[in-house]
C-alpha cells in the first residue's frame, strides 16, 4: 500500500478486491427496508445537490445526504437501533422476522414486550437512537456513554426516552464491555453497533439497517441519472462505513465506485488495520481528543472490518481541523447553495473533499484519486447540530 502525507492528511491506497457478503446484499437487506416503511415516521431523507460547491472545487457534481432530518433524531443511527431492536423482541418473543412495528405495538404483545429492557454504549446518536425506539416498543432502555461525552448528548438520549442515560469514566471502548456485563449481569438486552466474535447477530441487524440509508442515496441518485464515482464515508468502529459501502457496491455491481474511509487521526483503527496489511482488524488506543464524537472509537467492528478490508479504494486520518471546515463549508455557504446544519463527525467528508481539491500539495493524491471535473461526488452528513454549542462556536452561527 502506498501512503500520502499533506496539509495534515494521512492517506492509504488500496486496490479493492472481494465480494460483498450475504448480508449485506439486497436480498437479506430487504427486511430492513420493509420494515423503515412501515413506520409512520419513516421518510426517506434528503439528497443535497450542491452546484456552487462542486463547482467551486472543480469537480462535477457533489451530493450530500442530510441525516439531519432521520425520525427527528438529528442522526441516521435511528434506522439501525429500531430495526435491531425489532428484530430482537421478534426473537424473543418467537414472532416471525417481518412483524412490523405497529404489530409489536398490540396490546396482546405489548404485556411481554413492555418487561424487556435494553442496554447499550453510545457516542450519542446510536444511543438516542435505541432509546426511541424502545420508548415506541414500550421498553425501558438503559445508556451509557464514555468519558468526555457532552452533557446535552445524555440529555438528548434522556429526552428520546431512555431510563438512565448516564457518562462513565471510561473510553467507549471500555464502555462497551461494561454494557455487555449489565447486560450479562441482569439480563438485559445487549444492542451494541459494534461486534465482536460471539456478538455479531444483533450489529448485523443494525447494519442492515443502515442499509436503507444507502439504497435511499442510489435510488435518488437513479432518479436523477446519476451514479457516483467517489462516496466518501466517516468510520468509528465502521459499522456505518462497511454498511453503506457493502449495499452500494452491491447496488453497483462491477462497476464500483471509488470509495474513501474517513477517521479522526487521532484513533483511526480502520486505517492502522488496513495499515498493518495482515487482513486483521487492530485496536488502536486514543492519541488526544477529537470533537468528532461519532468517530472516537478504537476497535473495529468486527463484522464489517472485512467489507472496508476488501472493498475500499483509500483510507483517511483527518485533524479535526478538517470537520470543521466541512461544517463552515455546509453550514454558511458562499457558493448560494442551500445550508446544511452538519455537526462534527457529519462534516468531516466534506472538508476532506475540500483539502483534496484545493490545496496544492495534494495534487497528487486527487489526480490518483481520479478527482476532476468529471467526478460525482457523494457524501454521508450522518448528524446535524448534535452538541448545539460547539456546532455554534464552530460555525459562527450565534
Not at 17 to 26: D, K
Not at 111 to 128: E, K, P, Y
Amino acid at each position: 500500500m502506498k501512503e500520502y502525507h499533506g496539509s495534515g492528511i494521512r492517506a492509504l491506497e488500496h486496490l479493492p478486491q472481494g465480494e460483498v457478503p450475504a448480508f449485506l446484499r439486497a436480498p437479506a437487506t430487504q427486511g430492513a427496508w420493509t420494515f423503515h416503511h412501515t413506520m409512520a415516521e419513516y421518510a426517506p431523507t434528503p439528497l443535497v445537490r450542491l452546484p456552487g460547491l462542486a463547482k467551486t472545487l472543480g469537480v462535477g457534481e457533489v451530493f450530500l445526504k442530510d441525516e439531519s432530518h432521520r425520525f427527528g433524531l438529528n442522526a441516521f443511527k435511528g434506522l439501525g437501533g429500531s430495526y435491531a431492536l425489532a428484530r430482537r423482541v421478534a426473537q424473543v418473543l418467537g414472532l416471525p422476522e417481518g412483524i412490523t412495528l405497529q404489530q409489536l405495538q398490540r396490546p396482546e404483545i405489548q404485556q411481554q414486550v413492555r418487561q424487556m429492557t435494553f442496554v447499550t454504549t453510545t457516542d450519542g446518536n446510536h444511543g438516542r437512537g435505541v432509546a426511541w425506539a424502545a420508548r415506541k416498543l414500550g421498553c425501558q432502555a438503559h445508556v451509557y456513554l464514555p468519558a468526555g461525552s457532552a452533557p446535552v448528548r445524555a440529555q438528548a438520549i434522556l429526552d428520546a426516552g431512555a431510563a438512565e442515560a448516564r457518562i462513565l469514566d471510561l473510553a467507549y471502548d471500555e464502555a462497551v464491555t461494561y454494557a455487555a456485563r449489565m447486560a450479562e449481569e441482569k439480563g438485559w438486552h445487549l444492542i451494541q453497533d459494534t461486534s465482536w466474535p460471539g456478538y455479531e447477530e444483533v450489529p448485523a441487524w443494525i447494519v442492515q439497517g443502515y442499509a436503507t440509508m444507502a439504497r435511499e442515496a442510489a435510488e435518488q441518485l437513479a432518479a436523477g441519472v446519476q451514479r457516483p464515482t467517489h462516496v466518501f464515508l466517516q468510520a468509528g468502529v465502521g459499522a456505518m462505513a462497511g454498511g453503506v459501502l457493502g449495499c452500494l457496491a452491491d447496488w453497483y455491481g462491477g462497476d464500483l465506485p471509488c470509495f474513501g474511509v474517513v477517521e479522526p487521526e487521532t484513533i483511526p483503527c480502520i486505517y492502522a488495520s488496513a495499515q498493518a496489511g495482515d487482513g486483521k482488524a487492530h485496536q488502536v488506543p486514543p492519541k488526544g481528543q477529537t470533537i468528532m464524537a461519532g468517530l472516537n472509537c478504537g476497535a473495529p467492528c468486527s463484522l464489517t472490518w472485512p467489507v472496508l478490508r476488501d472493498l475500499a479504494s483509500w483510507y483517511f486520518a483527518c485533524p479535526d481541523a478538517v470537520a470543521e471546515e466541512g461544517m463552515v463549508l455546509l453550514g454558511r455557504p458562499t457558493t448560494g447553495d442551500p445550508a446544511v446544519v452538519s455537526g462534527e463527525s457529519g462534516g468531516v467528508t466534506a472538508g476532506l473533499l475540500a483539502r483534496l481539491m484545493t490545496r496544492p500539495d495534494l495534487e497528487p493524491l486527487r489526480r490518483r484519486m481520479g478527482l476532476d471535473t468529471e467526478s460525482v461526488v457523494l457524501l454521508f452528513s450522518t448528524e446535524g447540530d448534535t452538541d448545539p454549542a460547539h456546532y455554534r462556536k464552530v460555525v459562527g452561527t450565534d
